[in-house]
């Protein structure tokens, strides 16, 4: 029995874990089916993190703090797709630069907001969120059914994400959009106003995963708390072969080695720590290696289209 309740906590960690970089992950999965390529996920998430926690604060719910949160996700979304969209400025340097801004803004403003005490200010933050029964049953009720509204949402996420891109017509148009946006436009599609929605949409979800970070799996925010999530999100849409179940099970493999990496500091193996929280990069490396040359990306993807 106390093999199956650590094998129940370690599944319980792994999936919390997993939730914000499943959602930067099908944030940047409808971007890429549009065409377009963010690599931006990192800074979004920051600002995202840092506008929930202000919202949590000044409005003093959670809820709140996700909708802001969002709201900011939004704003970066259309920066990304004015500049990329409608100006055609190459999408990896805007996606670097999306980065950096939010990496510098999310610093400022937090100095700003809360100042530069070594204390943080601690807000309302998600709850768990146990569901009747199902939360009972042995080793997996507490991993899969005793989660925070959000890990739900995220997962729930899943289906709702696949139904919309192969079995609906506008999830159908925005792949067209994405493999081959000339021929979208002949058949009527508007190729721009896809690729805006897509990203603005896509954004939102993706500072979701960064309202988790600082609501969900903390109380408070810390600068650079990211900590390369976005950039493992967008490994985690190559290895899932851009497709919303492969992101999902990339996400919990990724995230595994961030689990084990937390055990294996907890029992003092010894390890430096610094080595020890390299652990969940490596693994994401290591998959990409193996794995990247199987998937095929959109055609269209990094590619900006020009009517005419």
Same mark, same amino acid.
């Not at 506008?51 to 003093?60: D, E, K, Q, R």
């Not at 599609?189 to 954004?203: D, E, F, M």
């Given at each position: 029995?106390?093999?199956?309740?650590?094998?129940?906590?370690?599944?319980?960690?792994?999936?919390?874990?997993?939730?914000?970089?499943?959602?930067?992950?099908?944030?940047?999965?409808?971007?890429?089916?549009?065409?377009?390529?963010?690599?931006?996920?990192?800074?979004?998430?920051?600002?995202?993190?840092?506008?929930?926690?202000?919202?949590?604060?000044?409005?003093?719910?959670?809820?709140?703090?996700?909708?802001?949160?969002?709201?900011?996700?939004?704003?970066?979304?259309?920066?990304?797709? +004015?500049?990329?969209?409608?100006? /055609?400025?190459?999408?990896?340097? +805007?996606?670097?630069?999306?980065?950096?801004?939010?990496?510098?803004?999310?610093?400022?403003?937090? /100095?700003?907001?809360?100042?530069?005490?070594?204390?943080?200010?601690?807000?309302?933050?998600?709850?768990?969120? !146990?569901?009747?029964?199902?939360?009972?049953?042995?080793?997996?009720?507490?991993?899969?059914?005793?989660?925070?509204?959000?890990?739900?949402?995220?997962?729930?996420?899943?289906?709702?994400?696949?139904? #919309?891109? #192969?079995?609906?017509?506008?999830?159908?148009?925005? /792949?067209?959009?994405? !493999?081959?946006?000339?021929?979208?436009?002949?058949?009527?599609?508007?190729?721009?106003?896809?690729?805006?929605?897509?990203?603005?949409?896509?954004?939102?979800?993706?500072?979701?995963?960064?309202?988790?970070?600082?609501?969900?799996?903390?109380?408070?925010?810390?600068?650079?708390?990211?900590?390369? *999530?976005?950039?493992?999100?967008?490994?985690?849409?190559?290895?899932?072969?851009?497709?919303?179940?492969?992101?999902?099970?990339?996400?919990?493999?990724?995230?595994?080695?961030?689990?084990?990496?937390?055990?294996?500091? +907890?029992?003092? +193996?010894?390890?430096?720590?610094?080595?020890?929280?390299?652990?969940?990069?490596?693994?994401?490396?290591?998959?990409?290696?193996? #794995?990247?040359? /199987?998937?095929?990306?959109?055609?269209?993807?990094?590619?900006?289209?020009? *009517?005419?």
């Amino acid at each position: 029995m106390d093999l199956l309740q650590t094998i129940g906590g370690y599944l319980f960690t792994d999936i919390r874990m997993a939730a914000p970089v499943l959602l930067a992950g099908l944030g940047l999965l409808l971007m890429n089916w549009s065409g377009l390529l963010n690599i931006g996920a990192e800074g979004t998430m920051l600002i995202a993190a840092l506008a929930a926690v202000a919202g949590s604060h000044y409005f003093g719910s959670v809820w709140m703090g996700l909708l802001l949160a969002m709201l900011a996700g939004a704003v970066f979304g259309l920066l990304f797709a +004015v500049l990329t969209v409608t100006l /055609r400025a190459n999408q990896t340097v +805007v996606g670097a630069a999306i980065n950096i801004l939010g990496l510098s803004l999310s610093t400022t403003l937090n /100095r700003v907001l809360f100042g530069v005490e070594t204390t943080v200010t601690k807000v309302d933050s998600f709850k768990v969120l !146990e569901i009747p029964l199902l939360s009972k049953i042995p080793v997996i009720g507490q991993a899969f059914f005793a989660q925070m509204p959000i890990v739900y949402i995220a997962f729930l996420l899943v289906p709702v994400m696949h139904y #919309f891109l #192969f079995k609906t017509k506008p999830g159908l148009n925005l /792949r067209s959009v994405g !493999e081959n946006p000339r021929v979208a436009d002949t058949l009527g599609i508007n190729v721009y106003r896809t690729q805006y929605l897509a990203t603005i949409i896509g954004s939102m979800i993706i500072a979701a995963g960064g309202a988790f970070l600082s609501t969900g799996l903390l109380n408070f925010f810390t600068e650079d708390m990211v900590a390369g *999530r976005g950039y493992i999100a967008l490994a985690a849409v190559i290895f899932g072969k851009y497709k919303p179940a492969g992101i999902m099970i990339a996400a919990m493999i990724f995230m595994a080695g961030n689990v084990v990496s937390n055990v294996l500091q +907890v029992a003092g +193996v010894g390890i430096p720590y610094t080595f020890l929280t390299m652990i969940p990069y490596i693994l994401t490396i290591v998959a990409l290696t193996i #794995f990247a040359s /199987r998937a095929v990306a959109p055609a269209s993807l990094g590619k900006p289209y020009k *009517r005419g």
